[in-house]
């Protein structure tokens, strides 16, 4: 009964490929994020969703791209992966968009790309 | 642009011994301040929002407070079992739940 599940949990490829990332929230939130997590843990915000419309798009390479088929899941599209998209990604939920609600997070997928 | 500061990075305390970590904020009008709580190899966990200047908020051994600058946890009497990162983040007016993140202190607590 994970609240914010994703998928794989590590990932190694190569660069120059494609990967997805998968995120999926069982607590009925309207709105879910990416964030990066860089070697230094500076989290920053990649994107954020309300109920499958695209709000927040930080200045992220057009090479990300994320998918919300309905409101519980957020993808994550990597093409032409580089060495620098590695990282820890995290996928989060909140209940709505306005207003303070904290959010909460999954458990991370470490890329790798060699 | 919002930014958040912490400090320190690290901190290593005996079990039991008290104290405070730091978090400097700049933010045009600040909707919220949040304290979560990483573990190695996990997401964060929210602690605590602070809305407003002198409000505080507790729990366990945690106590949050917020001025208009800088928020403070303090961490009475810790245990080994408090050890991880803690990350603060603020909401500013811009809204739509853009979170900046602070880099987190590293807390070590040793029995």
């Known amino acids: 009964d994970t609240a914010v599940s994703q998928t794989p949990k590590y990932l190694v490829t190569q660069m120059g490929n494609d990967k997805s990332i998968k995120c999926e929230q069982n607590l009925g939130h309207d709105t879910m994020y990416w964030y990066k997590q860089d070697s230094k843990k500076f989290l920053k915000i990649m994107f954020s969703y309300n109920n499958k419309e695209l709000i927040i798009n930080e200045t992220v390479p057009n090479r990300f791209s994320p998918k919300s088929p309905d409101k519980a899941h957020l993808n994550l599209h990597i093409n032409s992966l580089e060495l620098g998209d590695s990282a820890v990604y995290f996928c989060a939920s909140s209940q709505a968009l306005q207003g303070d609600y904290e959010q909460y997070f999954g458990p991370g997928t470490r890329l790798t790309v060699t | 642009e919002d930014q958040v500061t912490q400090s320190p990075e690290a901190l290593r305390l005996q079990e039991g011994e008290s104290s405070s970590l730091n978090c400097s904020y700049t933010v045009s009008g600040l909707r919220g301040l949040f304290w979560y709580r990483q573990d190695p190899g996990k997401g964060p966990e929210f602690l605590f929002t602070l809305y407003s200047a002198g409000e505080e908020k507790e729990k366990e051994r945690l106590k949050a407070t917020l001025t208009k600058k800088e928020s403070f946890l303090h961490i009475t009497a810790p245990k080994p079992e408090d050890s991880a990162t803690y990350l603060c983040?603020?909401?500013?007016?811009?809204?739509?739940?853009?979170?900046?993140f602070g880099t987190g202190t590293k807390l070590q607590v040793i029995p």
């Open positions: 983040a603020v909401e500013g007016a811009g809204g739509y739940q853009k979170v900046t």
